[in-house]
């Protein structure tokens, strides 16, 4: 499986940045897309998550409501649109594979259940 996160950028506190994941090499039939972050000197966190079966969406509480997780028809790309961003969005953000996934959206949010993982796109929102 390989993961190719971009877009992330520098933007201003209340602007917007949409995040791809370029996802191939799928090893299951249902599985889950997942969004992390990591800020500097902080743990990772999940920020939201898709699945494959049915576009069941997740996400963290200190993102709901301003990020939007989607995919394309192909399934083959994940995206993140992050709105009113502020500051303490600043990290560098990680898309992840959930190898069979099946519909306990709170597993979502493990770290331990994604596989694969991509290489990071930097978000910095400035005040």
């Known amino acids: 499986v390989q993961l190719q996160a971009s877009g992330g950028g520098l933007v201003q506190a209340g602007g917007s940045l949409r995040l791809s994941c370029a996802a191939s090499g799928f090893t299951s039939v249902y599985y889950a897309i997942g969004w992390f972050r990591q800020a500097p000197g902080r743990e990772r966190e999940w920020v939201s998550g898709i699945s494959s079966r049915d576009g069941t969406t997740a996400y963290a509480e200190s993102v709901r409501g301003r990020f939007t997780i989607s995919r394309d028809n192909a399934k083959t790309t994940v995206y993140l649109q992050m709105n009113n961003l502020k500051p303490e969005d600043t990290a560098v953000y990680y898309c992840?594979?959930?190898?069979?996934?099946?519909?306990?959206?709170?597993?979502?949010?493990?770290?331990?259940?994604?596989?694969?993982w991509g290489q990071g796109t930097q978000v910095t929102v400035s005040s």
């Open positions: 992840a594979y959930y190898e069979n996934f099946d519909r306990e959206l709170v597993l979502l949010a493990s770290q331990y259940k994604y596989a694969y």
